[in-house]
């Protein structure tokens, strides 16, 4: 059984693991599962944080992830060694969440909540730094942010957490996205301009009920 | 810089995706504009609320799962290949070329076949519609003859004409041609004969004479209309008798 550990490496060993990565990359194209296997450890957890901002819980997720592993696998032969595995794995994730969009809107589905379970993972576990309040303050505050990113449409919601949550740049995620520059500027300013407004929104009704309740 | 102007760009401003030159400008603006500086510290503070949104701590027994799920299915794709994957394995690239052009080539034998069949059997129908006093249309004959193209008009009238101006069918199959006709009386009997003949066939001439006061005469004559052609033909007499003649327009 493999373990799965993400560590913080330094630049230089960054490079040397991005060698062992193309490294990885060969076999595993070549038919070998066990580097396949490697590979699916080192991206893992990006993945899977990838599909839950995108699907909103984790059934969804999990189904995704498994997906997009599938398709590595078939198009791995098509993958060009100059090229940034991440951003091709980032495609792969944003194309199947897509597809599972669109297949959750034929059946007439509607965008599952992100608090659906997991505000009720975050409060079984309490941080010992910090106090009752607080994680309270903190699981209201993502459950906020969670629900102002169900609003938004696929195209931005992809574009603001590639940007701003994983933190490539404009131009990166203009390629994972089959875009332009200009276009995922405007749909990232778009998408913080609505997250901005439901927060203010959010709070204005707050404050308009704590009031009314004092 | 105006408030409207500078709060389009505070959400860029915000990401730090603002071009540098419109970043100092809206940073100028900020510095007198207490409303503007407001709405940038609240793009900030949603900037902050984002990078908590994160996803729940998932256990490695969940990805082991996903990895073995994965793995299991790789193996069994590799060992029993779907219909889909091995008929199309079978189109590849150059195989599928081939394929293809033999296709195209077969298809097209096969229409130039059928063209060439159709023309050749164009060639030898003629269709002979009669029809009677009535109006009723019958059934018409085929043959298998090559129709000479009409050059000119003839007249019946007179069958002293010269068989140089005319052009003549023969009629070798008087079975399969001809049709005894009733009497005619006058015009109100029309026969025509169509043909479908696209060639120009070759002028024809020729008068066929009976070789016995038995034999029936016949004379057709094509005219320049191609619909419209022109049968005269006597039917055998008796001895005495005078000849009896018909002619059909």
Redesign the interface.
């Known amino acids: 059984?493999?373990?799965?550990l993400e560590i913080q490496l330094p630049v230089n060993a960054l490079t040397q693991n991005q060698q062992s990565l193309i490294h990885l990359i060969e076999r595993a194209a070549s038919?070998d599962?066990a580097a396949?296997?490697q590979i699916?450890?080192h991206s893992?957890?990006r993945v899977?944080?990838m599909t839950?901002?995108m699907l909103g819980n984790?059934a969804d997720?999990?189904d995704a992830?498994?997906e997009v592993?599938?398709r590595v696998?078939k198009y791995l032969g098509r993958f060009k060694q100059d090229q940034d595995f991440f951003a091709w794995l980032y495609t792969i994730t944003v194309n199947v969440c897509r597809d599972i969009t669109k297949k959750r809107q034929q059946h007439g589905e509607r965008f599952t909540s992100f608090t659906a379970?997991?505000g009720e993972?975050?409060l079984d576990?309490l941080d010992n730094s910090e106090s009752v309040d607080q994680t309270l303050v903190?699981t209201e505050?993502?459950e906020?942010?969670?629900r102002a990113?169900a609003t938004l449409p696929d195209k931005e919601r992809a574009s603001?957490v590639l940007?701003?949550?994983e933190g490539l740049s404009?131009h990166e995620v203009a390629i994972i996205l089959k875009s332009s520059s200009t276009t995922v500027?405007s749909q990232?300013?778009?998408a913080?301009?609505k997250?901005?407004l439901y927060?203010?929104h959010y709070l204005r009704r707050k404050g308009a009920g704590t009031s009314h309740e004092v | 810089m105006k408030c409207k102007q500078v709060q389009e760009m505070l959400p860029l401003f915000a990401g730090r995706d603002l071009e540098e030159n419109r970043a100092k400008l809206v940073t100028a603006h900020l510095q007198s504009c207490g409303v503007c500086s407001r709405a940038a510290q609240e793009y900030g503070e949603a900037g902050q609320l984002l990078q908590m949104f994160e996803p729940p701590q998932f256990s490695e027994a969940m990805y082991t799962g996903i990895r073995q799920r994965v793995l299991r299915e790789i193996d069994r794709k590799s060992v029993t290949p779907t219909m889909f994957e091995s008929i199309s394995s079978l189109f590849r690239p150059p195989l599928r070329l081939a394929v293809a052009a033999s296709l195209l080539l077969a298809v097209s034998v096969l229409a130039l076949y059928f063209v060439i069949n159709r023309n050749g059997g164009r060639q030898n129908q003629t269709v002979v519609v009669e029809t009677g006093g009535s109006g009723q249309r019958k059934t018409p004959d085929l043959q298998a003859s090559p129709e000479p193209r009409p050059e000119n008009l003839a007249t019946t009238a007179n069958p002293k004409r010269s068989a140089t101006d005319l052009t003549t069918f023969s009629s070798r199959s008087r079975k399969s041609r001809f049709r005894p006709s009733q009497k005619r009386t006058g015009a109100t009997n029309a026969e025509l004969v169509a043909t479908r003949s696209v060639d120009p066939p070759q002028p024809n001439i020729s008068l066929k004479s009976p070789d016995t006061p038995a034999e029936a005469l016949r004379m057709e004559m094509q005219t320049q209309d191609r619909n419209i052609r022109i049968i005269w033909f006597s039917q055998p007499t008796k001895e005495g008798s005078p000849s009896e003649s018909s002619k059909g327009i």
């Open positions: 059984m493999a373990l799965a038919g599962t396949f296997e699916m450890i893992q957890q899977m944080s839950w901002r984790e997720a999990r992830s498994q592993f599938l696998y379970g997991a993972e975050t576990v903190h505050q993502r906020l942010i969670a990113m603001i940007r701003d949550i404009t500027r990232v300013s778009s913080r301009k997250i901005k927060c203010e």
